[in-house]
């Protein structure tokens, strides 16, 4: 089945083609630099800005396929979670593709499609196995039993990954989106040179993001307005050193407490170099395998939409039309 996924629960308005798991387009236009003024997404200006790009990007992601409408089998939309106004007009767009072609339409929730993205790449994943989503929106820890079957064992209690990573970027006047900008900073820098205290949490595989970004707000505020390349530098080091180790140390503990030796790292922080170097000795200390989309499928795009689409669709599971956009949501245990 040629399947249509299409994403916009963000600032990327995504669509791509994909048959099984061969990508046969995959376009995604990022609005970055129309929100890069702000230091953060915008909810409003991303909706506007996805009204006028869905119907380009698909074009391109047909001329990509070499295909026309006729020739798609069945429509995919992220339906949940995400920023509303943003995910109802890819919702609606796919949902009223599907209807005017008559084909079946199915809702894809963001955080399953990325827990999904190494299977496109053929990474022979074997369940059951702990996924963590590190992206801009959402900071979790699950265990996958199946396809379908999750059991959330932690999230964070206040600012996401990515968040936490855009917002000290700001601090530091590094821009938007601040995740790479800090990564690529932190190999010039001292990562002993600021500490930040461990968050004391009551669910033990629960994160916590806000404390740390406080740290470094009052750190800057000590420099009274003048920032050195160097203070930059170490900053960046020092954060990406404390948010990586507070990541990793959940994976661990949930490693062991739980004996499931799989790891999946997804979502738009999994692009960081500094956490795939870490990732690769950790997981050899602790004899686990881990697997990790490569940098274009970390972040937001249509091939993972399609992909956990067409596996509902061939498994005969659509959604009705009436199926409605959700800022948050489960995911079925
Ligand atoms: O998955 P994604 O594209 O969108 C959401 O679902 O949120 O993730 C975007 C987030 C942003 O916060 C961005 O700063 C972060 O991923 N990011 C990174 C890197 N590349 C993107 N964070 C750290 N290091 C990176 N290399
Ligand atoms: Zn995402």
Sequence with gaps: MKIMGVETSCDETAIAIVEGKRILAN?????????????GVVPEIASRHHIENIPLVMDEALHQAGL?????????????????GAL?????????LAFALNKPFVG????????HSVFLENQEVAYPFLA??????HTHLFLVKEFGRYELLGGTRDDACGEAYDKVAKLLGLGYPGGPL??????????????FTKPKLKGIFDFSFSGIKTACLLEVQKQNGKLSENFINDMSASFQSAAIGFLIDRLVS????LKVYNWVICGGVSANQGLRKTLEIVSKENDCRYFIPSVPLCTDNGAMIAYVGGRYLESGKHSPFSLNAQACSELPS
């Design 27 to 39: 376009i995604v236009s990022s609005q970055s630099k129309v929100h890069a003024p702000f230091g």
């Design 68 to 84: 026309n409408l006729a020739q798609i089998d069945g429509v995919a939309a992220t339906y949940a979670p995400g920023l509303l």
């Design 88 to 96: 109802l007009v890819g919702l609606q767009y796919g949902k009223s």
């Design 108 to 115: 894809v929730n963001h955080i399953e499609a990325h827990i």
């Design 132 to 137: 963590l989503i590190v992206s801009g929106g």
């Design 182 to 195: 800090i990564d690529k900073r932190a190999p010039l820098g001292n990562p002993k040179a600021f500490r």
């Design 254 to 257: 949930a490693t062991h407490q």
